[in-house]
């Protein structure tokens, strides 16, 4: 079993490496015929740019993805904390008798724009 | 399609990057 | 699963081998190499846009920051207040 095993890695390896010749004497000829003119790049590197590009967004997307998530939690909880907070206010205001100075325009403004 | 899809990314991300923006003057404001 | 993942590697090299065979006969159909040139015009606008991408996720880390630490004192205040009722 073991013999086999070693047998069947060795066949994928020598696939491997195949794979790579092939791929690098293509890109090698593509090269050759195609050599970079004035602005025109060759496809063996607009391909690689290509699949550079696509990475690169599935990266950023992975990275804007979860802040976009905890930007809204983080919103959520600030509402519910000022909320909690404005009411516990105001019962202290009917407690002590304490007048405060009322909302100003701007102030009433926002707190409708948070609502 | 990938253009179109990162521009109506972007547009998001700058819609909300505004929002959050707006949301933290406004909060600020309250605390003051 | 590590057999799968063997299987996808290897496919995935005949996958692109065959990606650049087919571009190999590129030089001869002119249609085909403005076709590329085009190509290449759309991955510099494309790598533009996520330039931006990433200025505006840079600046959402930024703001998700300034959130969280209101966040906080905001309930630091919270507990003053119930700690005064």
């Known amino acids: 079993m073991e013999a086999e095993v070693d047998k069947l890695e060795l066949m994928f390896q020598k696939a491997d490496s195949d794979l790579d010749y092939i791929q690098h004497r293509l890109e090698y000829e593509i090269k050759t015929n195609h050599p970079d003119t004035s602005g025109e790049k060759n496809p063996v590197i607009v391909l690689k740019e290509l699949s550079a590009v696509k990475s690169r967004y599935q990266s950023l997307y992975a990275r804007f993805k979860p802040i976009s998530i905890e930007q809204k939690e983080t919103k959520n909880r600030i509402c519910a904390t000022l909320k909690k907070t404005m009411t516990v206010i105001k019962e202290l205001q009917k407690q002590t008798d304490l007048e405060l100075p009322p909302l100003t325009e701007e102030e009433k403004t926002v707190t409708e724009q948070l609502k | 399609t990938l253009k179109d899809d990162i521009n109506s990314l972007l547009d998001k991300t700058r819609l909300e990057n505004q929002e959050s923006t707006d949301f933290l003057k406004a909060t600020k404001i309250l605390m003051k | ?85």
Do not use: W
């Open chain 3, 1 to 85: 699963s590590d057999l799968e993942q063997l299987c996808s590697y290897v496919n995935e090299k005949i996958g692109n081998i065959k990606k650049i065979m087919s571009l190999r006969n590129l030089g001869q159909e002119p249609a085909l190499k403005t076709t590329l040139s085009k190509i290449g015009d759309e991955i510099i606008v494309v790598n533009e846009l996520l330039n931006k991408f990433e200025l505006e996720i840079q600046y959402q880390e930024q703001t998700n920051n300034s959130l969280k630490e209101l966040c906080e004192s905001l309930e630091e205040d919270f507990k003053d207040v119930e700690h005064l009722k």
